[in-house]
């Protein structure tokens, strides 16, 4: 059987053109955008070297402050969420009742839009009538309550902690999945042995459950960093100066102010640091076809 | 020792449900909200709604949010990208799978490599302009196609491995077309993965903000998405609306996800763990 022509190479053309079209040849065509002056008022294109790259990475913009605010988000997000994904998925593989029900409940949130989440936690947060506030004083921790989104202090761990709560539910779902493919005998073993739960979550569980943290991590990774719907509906980058931005609503904001030339230029720093991470993603995602 | 085990048993069964009410308040807070009248939900709080319910408030959203003309733009674009990138993906995964030349290997890797990849959306408006299909629905369509692509190919690649290569090779000496074989006789093959593929797709689509947000500046042309995110900023103190609005945006991703929860959990947990 001669395989190129029982399986023809045009069969790939379809999603080859459509995803290089749409989707690498942006990416590309913005790095060369991003050395010149484009914006929506003027019509012609002048060569401007690395100035928009200067503007991007200068101390006394706010752009550094964006790209530091990005990092924090994906940072504090991906641990919290792994850590607490891991809590979860270890209390769910135990013997509950509802198991199942609980799995779909915890789950869910991250099957909705992040949009909507953002949106229904603008009131939550609201500090006057807010759910959350509304509940500290009635159980008499007035204290605690604050103005969650309205002040710079607050607003960014707000922002950070309602992203958690929307999407530990899915890591949740991938550790679990991890968890009960490690084979029964090593738990046996060490029930024979007599060893504790802890020890057993510390030994077994953990260890040979890295290689799953490691793909939820760079999935989280890869989220955060492309965070955008969560911050617009909740604080738009607010409150105060930069407060809340991030790159994606950075971004936004310089295209609608018309300013392309430096969007592009911060869509292509995140563009070329995202391939370089999805390079090892791909190792790490196809490793395992590999061992089918 | 049996009294330690049953405080354990209690304490991890209070501890599941106390995470879980914490996942359904904000849904529940939704729900409730959307049937009182706007006095009662300003405050936004977990009352039961009083009698009679405010069945007007969706009456109300539909024809002041413009919700049919969105929900049928949703649609369309979700079923129109679903079905396309269904087809694109299984073409393309499948060759890439059954043929593993070098050049293919690399086709492969290229196209995954998306999964990681942002969109440089200012780019992207000038390349869309250039083929008129910027404020259009065709456009919406093929680019979430194309955003939704890496990820199905990468799907639809592990499975077709799975499916035996005997059949094609029975098929092709009984004189089929490389055409008919894909489609008589692997594409019927592939519907697990092919589930998987449209319920994810399906609910990527529907939920998808940013696109639409640069690409539409027509309202008649909106998604849900957009359109309730513009009702919240019009109708911002009548909370039961916007409650209403929600529920109906969320309803059709509810709904696909307790129908489709299998093929999710399968579709997102696949290359995260072995097997």
């Given at each position: ?292 | ?51 009679p319910l405010a069945w007007d408030n969706f009456a109300n959203v539909i024809s002041k949010g413009k919700l049919i003309t969105s929900f049928f733009n949703s649609a369309i674009y979700s079923l129109g990208s679903v079905a396309l990138c ?190």
């Open positions: 059987m001669n395989k190129s022509k029982t399986y023809p190479l045009y069969f790939t053309f379809g999603a080859l053109l459509l995803y290089t079209i749409l989707f690498v040849l942006p990416g590309i065509f913005g790095i060369g955008y991003s050395f010149t002056d484009w914006s929506a008022y003027s019509d012609k294109l002048n060569f401007v070297g690395l100035a928009n790259f200067k503007t991007i990475f200068s101390a006394d913009e706010n752009y550094f402050k964006i790209l530091t605010n990005t990092l924090a988000f994906t940072l504090v997000t991906t641990v919290l969420k792994n850590a607490l994904g891991l809590l979860m998925a270890v209390l769910l593989t135990k013997h509950i009742k509802l198991l199942n029900f609980h799995r779909g409940v915890m789950f869910m949130p991250s099957v909705l839009s992040t949009l909507i989440i953002g949106m229904i936690f603008t009131s939550i947060l609201d500090p006057s009538i807010g759910l959350l506030n509304t509940f500290l004083n009635s159980i008499g921790l007035g204290a605690l309550a604050k103005p969650w989104l309205t002040t710079s202090e607050f607003a960014f761990g707000s922002v950070m902690a309602v992203d958690i709560w929307k999407g530990v539910g899915y890591i949740m779902t991938i550790l679990i999945a991890g968890i009960l493919s490690i084979s029964p005998t090593y738990y046996e073993a060490a029930n024979i042995d007599g060893a504790n739960s802890f020890q057993v979550f510390r030994k077994i569980t953990f260890p040979l459950l890295l290689p799953t943290l490691a793909t939820t991590t760079v999935l989280n990774v890869i989220y955060g960093l492309k965070i955008f719907d969560m911050v617009y509906a909740m604080t738009n980058g607010g409150p105060g100066k930069a407060t809340t931005e991030v790159l994606y609503t950075a971004v936004f904001k310089m295209f609608s102010t018309g300013q392309y030339a430096v969007g592009t230029a911060l869509s292509s720093v995140m563009f070329l640091f995202m391939v370089i991470i999805g390079y090892f993603m791909i190792r790490v995602m196809t490793r395992n076809e590999v061992i089918e | 020792m049996n009294a330690k085990k049953l405080v354990t048993k209690i304490a991890v069964n209070l501890l599941a449900w106390i995470i879980s009410i914490i996942s359904l308040i904000p849904l529940l807070l939704i729900f409730l909200n959307s049937f009182k009248d706007s006095a009662h939900a300003s405050d936004m709080n977990l009352k039961l709604p009083t009698l269904a087809i694109l993906a299984a073409a393309c995964a499948y060759v890439l799978s059954r043929n593993n030349t070098k050049l293919n290997k690399a086709i492969y890797m290229y196209i995954v490599l998306g999964i990681a990849m942002p969109i440089n959306y200012v780019a992207l408006l000038k390349i869309m302009s250039f083929f008129h299909l910027i404020n259009s629905r065709p456009g919406i369509i093929l680019l979430y196609t194309a955003v939704q692509l890496p990820f199905s190919v990468f799907l639809m690649h592990g499975f077709v491995a799975k499916i035996p290569v005997d059949l094609d090779e029975a098929a092709t000496l009984d004189g089929c077309s490389p055409v008919q074989l894909f489609f008589s006789i692997v594409f019927p093959l592939l519907k697990p993965a092919l589930a998987t593929v449209i319920v994810l797709t399906f609910l990527n689509t529907w939920n998808e903000f940013v696109s639409p947000l640069y690409l539409l500046s027509n309202s008649d042309k909106w998604p849900m998405t957009l359109s309730v995110y513009n009702f919240f900023g019009m109708y911002q103190t009548n909370w039961n609306l916007i409650c209403a609005d929600i529920l109906l945006t969320s309803f059709p991703v509810i709904l696909v996800y307790l129908l489709g929860q299998k093929y999710i959990v399968s579709g997102m947990t696949s290359g995260a763990v072995k097997g």
